[in-house]
């Protein structure tokens, strides 16, 4: 192996998901220009169609389970390489299709239709996007670094997600609301084009890894080992729910609950959303890093009994009129980073249940829906019970977790 193969791995693993988060994070902020362009239908009302445009951008998640399943049997048996290459142009290809679809008033019921079918599709690719990308930099990262290899896949979360919130911000700035809804909207997601080429490329260059060509001359996995896996990913479920549950309310769902339950202005969720991935960024590189030296079971545990204690007053002074949005702002910095410290381990930790056969096939099956949770039940502290909730069951599962596996070969 190339002695900057292990660097490459890092940047073509990465850079995939980077294109997957900055998209998802284009479609929440553009969301009500979505609504009105494509799922204002005839007699319905504006909130009709943002929910229904919620609803659209919700069930691409229903689908990164089953994406995670194909590709990651076909990452399994033809290489993560080429399966990675597959998804990245498949992904890419979706993305920038969004672009191009005619909206509601030229082509009719046929436009919600194609955008829902395209995250459908999204879904499908992101769930092999997702998963492989962690097998990869993982089986590529040497004994004693995987937290630190795992954490930039989810590093390039945070970036994504940034990326996505700046680009909508930019073009709020300098084009009209007309223009903005009339065409510029489609600017964002051609740009996953030139995204989706320069990855390619960095992906084509790039070695299968190790612990995949390894495995090749072993045999076929046992019974045996194919009900462990099944009882592996019951537990992996209830670790990373709080992961999943604490990220998607603080890092996604957030603008929308601070618009539609609190009533704040657009600008002023956007920079708050900013905020939160900043805290969400600051400390995933360093808690893979500690999860690498004190182990995953500590860092985790640690940050999901924080989110258990805090999640409930954290949101009470989102609630308060009287604070100062300086306050809302560390309020939202502090919840990222807590998340960031579940993202900074989980990667490496969720490769090390699976043995190499097995590993791709749910790294992807993280994701927990709570779009439109308070426009269901009115309870404005509905996402600080939820996330209160999952933290319970993650704690539990968290404390099986074995204190040396950060220190085991993923072949052990």
């Not at 994406?67 to 990651?72: E, I, L, Q, S, Y």
């Not at 998804?87 to 290809?93: A, R, S």
């Not at 960031?340 to 043995?355: I, K, R, T, V």
Request: aromatic share 10%.
């Amino acid at each position: 192996m190339q002695p900057d193969a292990h660097k490459r791995a890092l940047i073509a693993g990465s850079i995939g998901n980077f294109i997957e988060w900055y998209e998802f994070a284009v479609y929440g902020f553009l969301a009500t220009v979505i609504a009105k362009n494509f799922f204002q239908l005839e007699g319905e009302a504006g909130l009709t169609s943002l929910i229904l445009t919620y609803a659209s951008f919700a069930i691409a998640f229903f689908f990164r389970p089953l994406g995670a399943v194909v590709f990651g049997r076909i990452g399994d048996r033809i290489g993560r390489k080429p399966t990675l290459i597959i998804v990245l142009v498949l992904m890419t290809l979706a993305t920038a299709a969004i672009g191009i679809v005619p909206v509601y008033a030229s082509i009719g019921i046929a436009a919600p239709l194609i955008i829902t079918l395209l995250r459908i599709l999204q879904g499908l690719f992101a769930g092999g996007e997702y998963g492989g990308a962690v097998s990869l930099m993982t089986e590529f990262a040497p004994r004693g670094k995987r937290g630190l290899y795992g954490a930039w896949q989810s590093f390039t979360v945070a970036l994504g997600l940034l990326a996505g919130a700046g680009i909508v911000a930019l073009l709020s700035a300098l084009l009209t609301p007309e223009a903005l809804h009339d065409w510029g909207w489609r600017i964002p997601f051609f740009l996953a084009l030139p995204m989706g080429a320069v990855a390619l490329w960095l992906r084509v260059s790039m070695e299968e890894t190790p612990s995949f060509v390894q495995q090749q001359d072993k045999p076929t996995v046992a019974q045996a080992d194919i009900a462990a896996t099944l009882r592996a990913i019951v537990m992996g479920i209830g670790r990373v729910m709080v992961w999943s549950a604490a990220g998607y309310t603080y890092l996604v769902i957030m603008p929308t609950y601070l618009q539609s339950a609190l009533h704040t202005g657009f600008n002023q969720a956007l920079l708050i959303a900013v905020i939160s991935n900043v805290g969400f960024a600051l400390t995933i590189i360093p808690s893979g890093i500690l999860s690498d030296r004190i182990g995953r079971r500590t860092v985790m545990i640690i940050a999901t009994a924080l989110l258990l204690i805090l999640a409930l007053p954290l949101l009470k002074l989102l609630q308060a009129e009287s604070i100062a949005l300086a306050v809302k702002a560390v309020v939202v910095l502090i919840a990222g980073g807590l998340v960031g410290m579940l993202a900074g381990p989980g990667p490496a930790m969720l490769s090390e249940m699976f043995p190499t056969r097995m590993r791709a096939i749910f790294s992807g099956c993280a994701g927990l829906i709570i779009t439109g949770l308070i426009k269901q039940t009115g309870n404005l502290d509905i996402p600080a019970y939820y996330v209160m909730a999952t933290a319970v069951v993650s704690i539990f599962a968290l404390m099986t977790l074995r204190k040396d596996d950060h220190l085991r070969s993923l072949e052990e």
